[in-house]
């Protein structure tokens, strides 16, 4: 590979890192996103990249891009309509969804709409045990019926989900057959095929969610590869998945289920792997957008991962990185709830026409528009002078929408836009740390985003955190992350196998069968069997329990075992350090068998200083008054990119670069490490 570029679509701006391998440089780009079009500003961004920075379009052999276009299809519930066809008797399943509730004691409780409504749910004769033995065939005539009708409504997009289907596909793959017999320009999603795992509500949602956003993510990958290609540019497109692995756009246009948290997995990763170069292991993540804030937690250098997602009321049995997000951004909108009370968020200014300082429509007071008036962003423009900003703007959208109806002075408003804002991002970090038993007195806050290190600081002295690391390029950190993926794809099989069934055998011969599939898979990608890794592992439990436990292990030890001991082994310790107790007594069962298969790329590697700075008089800008704790403070501003190794920057202080602006507290010090990283130290400065 020569050149590599990575682009993230946020909610305000489109990202773009362009890595070139021969001179080990990369190359930064931020424009204006486009929502009604996202692939027009990835388009328009990737010739300006040609344009500006002389690179050759030839050369681009690897393109990666991480996209909410999924995401916001379920958010806004503009997907295509979709018919649902379920074994007789399990029509509705979709409404008795499961027995949980999210909240125990609201009897107004109202659970959301499922994506299909029941008149285009639709039952088909067959039955299938779960034992894979079939009671009975699927009848032929009735479904036809069935199919005719859909063609006469029209409905393009099916979802196909029969009573275990993952112990036997037969009859999900004959309704396949009749389907496209029927209508042939039918789009087709088989539960057999997107998650070949039992629980049927599970099996079922994730069905429907996949074909109902397929159009819409088909429909945009196409315009984007049609852009490539008028660039010349020779790259297949590569779309990053919830779990933080690389598919292809094939792939993802059958698939598209695995690209709903495409574009937060990618700050993730990127969180990870610059806490990594850092020789930090315990990691909080906050990717900061224009529209949302993105966390994500890693303890001892591995992230979490989530069996399963939820998206608007949607639950997803994917395999994804453990986020949460929050309507928490630069252009998150303040405003005022029937109590007087100040509310932040969710709603947002977004990218059009964004906070009223951008001088583009916007007449909503903003995140942005409250850094502003502070004096923490610059009022005079961002993106080193592209973006004009316009000062009394904000002020007067302040001071018209918050400040006179809550009876308060202009700076306090501001203030308080930006406090309440940080009190929803904390919150969010919490429930990723302190819920999960995780002290974040332990770890490094990674900050990046446009707008996480002007927030960074606060958020580390409200929850403790020590350190706060913000990248050198923040701002495009996320697409920076995409180049740091590697190809990867997840399966799984329901076995259901009580203890005294199980062998070491049958283990085996369904691992070989899976990375069957997985070396197949890997190769339509372009890698061959020697860049592959496996990783394994099963979902266990004591027999009678409702809920498993991850066991992993290497592949490579099953070889030398000898029997399954070592896994049942493993399992107890596992329920020893999750629940506090085990029962070595007590008969374990295998419910799934789950394996990785990881294609391994290179990585980017960030350049080093060579020698320490001494003089920080060439990196200071100027100065300017800054708003802490209800008074101005004169505050040195900083230059990002004169900054070397070894400086020292002693708050209060701005630093600002190309991509973002970074606030340091009184009391509080900054120090650039030999990667050109920003470590912000909080203990108090002597």
């Not at 499922?114 to 894979?132: C, D, H, N, Q, S």
């Not at 399966?491 to 085996?508: F, G, I, P």
Request: some cysteine; overall charge neutral.
């Amino acid at each position: 590979m020569s050149v590599r570029v990575g682009v993230d679509v946020g909610g305000t701006f489109t990202d773009i890192v362009c890595f070139n391998e021969k001179k080990k440089a990369f190359r930064l780009l931020k424009v204006p996103s486009s929502p009604a079009n996202p692939s027009a500003a990835v388009v328009d961004g990737i010739r300006r990249l040609l344009d500006e920075f002389d690179v050759v379009a030839e050369e681009i052999q690897f393109f990666i891009h991480g996209t909410t276009v999924a995401t916001n299809t379920i958010l806004e519930r503009k997907g295509a309509p979709v018919a649902l066809l379920v074994t007789a008797g399990f029509r509705d399943v979709p409404y008795i969804m499961r027995q949980d509730r999210p909240r125990l004691y609201d009897y107004f409780l109202q659970r959301p709409e499922p994506l299909v409504p029941r008149e285009l749910r639709f039952e088909i004769p067959e039955r299938v045990l779960y034992t894979g033995e079939i009671k009975l065939p699927l009848q032929e005539k009735p479904t036809r019926k069935i199919l005719k009708r859909l063609n006469a409504q029209g409905i393009k997009n099916i979802a196909v989900c029969l009573l275990h289907s993952y112990v036997n596909a037969s009859h999900e793959e004959k309704l396949r057959e009749l389907i496209q017999q029927e209508i042939p320009t039918a789009t087709v999603s088989l539960s057999s095929e997107i998650l070949p795992e039992f629980k049927e509500f599970e099996r079922m949602s994730t069905t429907t969610v996949n074909s109902y956003v397929l159009p819409s993510v088909g429909s945009y990958l196409r315009q984007l590869e049609k852009g490539l290609t008028s660039l010349n540019i020779p790259s297949k497109l590569h779309l990053m998945q919830s779990n933080g692995g690389i598919m292809t756009s094939k792939t993802a246009q059958t698939h598209c289920v695995h690209m709903v948290l495409s574009g937060p997995a990618a700050g993730a990763l990127s969180g990870l792997v610059l806490g990594q170069q850092a020789g930090v292991k315990n990691i909080i993540s906050i990717d900061v957008g224009g529209t949302s804030a993105d966390v994500a937690v890693a303890f001892n250098g591995s992230l979490h991962f989530a069996e399963e997602t939820e998206i608007a009321g949607q639950i997803l049995k994917i395999p994804a990185i453990e986020i949460n997000t929050v309507g928490a951004g630069g252009g998150s909108i303040g405003w005022i709830d029937g109590g007087q009370a100040l509310q932040v968020g969710p709603r947002s200014a977004g990218a059009d026409p964004g906070p009223a300082c951008y001088q583009r429509g916007g007449n909503e007071p903003t995140v942005t528009d409250a850094n502003v008036v502070l004096g923490r962003l610059n009022p005079m423009h961002l993106l080193a002078g592209e973006m004009a900003i316009d000062k009394n703007l904000a002020k007067k959208v302040i001071q018209e929408k918050i400040a006179t109806p809550l009876g308060l002075p202009l700076y306090k408003a501001a203030e308080g836009i930006v406090r309440v804002i940080n009190a929803v991002m904390a919150k969010a970090i919490r429930r990723l740390s302190v819920e999960k038993g995780y002290d974040p007195r332990e770890f490094t806050l990674v900050s990046f985003g446009g707008g996480g290190p002007i927030h960074a600081a606060e958020l580390a002295t409200e929850l403790q955190i020590p350190r706060v690391l913000v990248p050198p390029s923040p701002g495009v950190s996320s697409a920076l992350g995409l180049l740091t993926a590697d190809f990867r794809h997840d399966y799984v099989r329901t076995v259901l196998w009580a203890e005294k069934q199980a062998t070491l055998k049958q283990l085996l011969q369904v691992i070989n069968e899976m990375k069957v599939l997985a070396l197949t898979q890997m190769e339509n990608e372009g890698l061959n069997g020697s860049e592959i890794i496996f990783v394994a592992g099963l979902d266990m439990r004591y027999q009678g329990q409702g809920f498993s436990l991850p066991v992993s292990f290497n592949v490579e030890d099953l070889s030398i075992w000898k029997n399954l001991s070592p896994l049942i082994r493993i399992f107890h310790q596992n329920h020893q350090a999750t629940y506090g107790y085990h029962d070595e007594k007590t008969l374990t069962e295998i419910v799934n068998i789950r394996l990785a298969s990881v294609g391994k790329l290179p990585k980017p590697h960030p350049s080093k200083f060579q020698q320490k700075q001494v003089d920080l008089n060439s990196s200071i800008k100027k100065s300017r008054k800054v708003y802490f704790s209800g008074r101005f403070e004169e505050t040195i501003v900083y230059d990002r990119s004169k900054l070397g190794w070894g400086a020292i920057v002693k708050g209060p202080a701005i630093i600002e670069q190309l991509d973002s602006t970074t606030l340091i507290l009184p009391g509080q010090q900054g120090e650039i490490d030999k990667l050109n990283n920003l470590i912000i130290s909080l203990e108090d400065i002597q």
